[in-house]
């Protein structure tokens, strides 16, 4: 009698499993969901817009460097011209060209008013073209309802926080409208709006990840281990934009210094009511 045992025979199915066909990644959802959050440190973010940006120079250089150069040649012309011996109509017509260019602006305020025409002016433009002006309103008109859930995580902390922003924006409008003159003010206006924009998408993307970066990497050099989180970024920002708002009225009342003065107070107070408030914290939990 042979005593071999042989492999087992494994039988077969008769049916045929039904083929999956696996999901497309087209390249534009790749680039739609860059994930931010996987970066530990504010330098590695930086180094890889850099190289984004070096990727994509060319059509940097269509969409915004060359538009760039010419509006720049624009600007000086505009800011050549003399408007006090111009008839009156001429003169309004002409003054109202300088504000809407940033003419009278200097050289780094009038590059970010158009980089963020050039940019953010033209995403937001495309997103009311694809999603419906209703729709972009909808998002917009969501923004103090998410500053109600923002104001209910912190609590008193809301106040603080918010002047801190407030006092922000402030001392950013003031330096970006030079002396507080009505004709530099629409560069403060179009990066509030822009601002704005952002935040009506959510609490998510490349300006919450650049804070909470920064935030870490500024507390990791003082030996000081903290977070911030995306309420507190929230209010930050609303309370930004509105400093960059609120500082029109130096423009009209022609304070020079008004927006670095009154915003650094702000700032002061808001850090100073947070130490004391953190300070009382710990205190009670000794």
């Known amino acids: ?14 049916t045929v499993s039904p083929k999956v066909d696996l999901p497309e990644i087209s390249k534009k959802s790749i680039h739609d969901t860059n994930n931010f959050d996987s970066y530990e440190h504010s330098w590695q973010l930086i180094f890889h817009l850099l190289v984004e940006g070096g ?17 720049t040649v624009v600007n ?7 408007t006090y011996f111009l008839p009156g109509f001429l003169r309004t017509l002409l003054l109202f060209l300088i504000f809407l260019t940033s003419s009278y602006n200097s050289i780094i305020p009038r590059t970010v008013y158009w980089v963020v025409i050039f940019t953010v002016g033209k995403t937001l433009f495309r997103r009311v073209r694809s999603e419906g002006f209703s729709k972009v309103m909808s998002d917009f008109r969501r923004l103090p309802i998410d500053f109600k859930e923002a104001k209910l995580s912190l609590g008193r902390f809301t106040n603080y926080f918010l002047l801190i922003g407030i006092g922000l924006g402030f001392v950013t409008a003031n330096f970006l409208s030079r002396n507080n003159r009505i004709d530099k003010i629409a560069v403060c206006l179009v990066l509030a709006i822009a601002i704005i924009n952002t935040l009506s998408k959510g609490k998510k993307g490349l300006l ?7 935030y870490k990497d500024f507390t990791d050099f003082f030996k000081n281990t903290g977070a911030i989180s995306e309420n ?6 609303s309370g930004y934009i509105l400093g960059l708002i609120s500082n029109t009225i130096f423009a009209f009342i022609k304070l020079d210094f008004g927006g670095y003065i009154l915003g650094g107070i702000l700032v002061a107070i808001g850090f100073i009511l947070i130490f004391n408030n953190n300070k009382g914290v710990k205190e009670n939990r000794v």
Not at 1 to 14: A, Q
Not at 76 to 82: G, H, Y
């Open 76 to 82: 000086i012309v505009l800011e050549s011209l003399s």
């Open 1 to 14: 009698m042979d005593n071999y045992i042989g492999i087992p025979k494994i039988p077969k199915s008769l």
């Open 55 to 71: 990727r994509n120079l060319p059509q940097l250089s269509k969409t915004v460097l060359i538009p760039l150069a010419i509006v």
């Open 232 to 237: 507190q970024i929230y209010v930050l920002i």
């Open 208 to 214: 919450f990840t650049s804070i909470k970066l920064f």
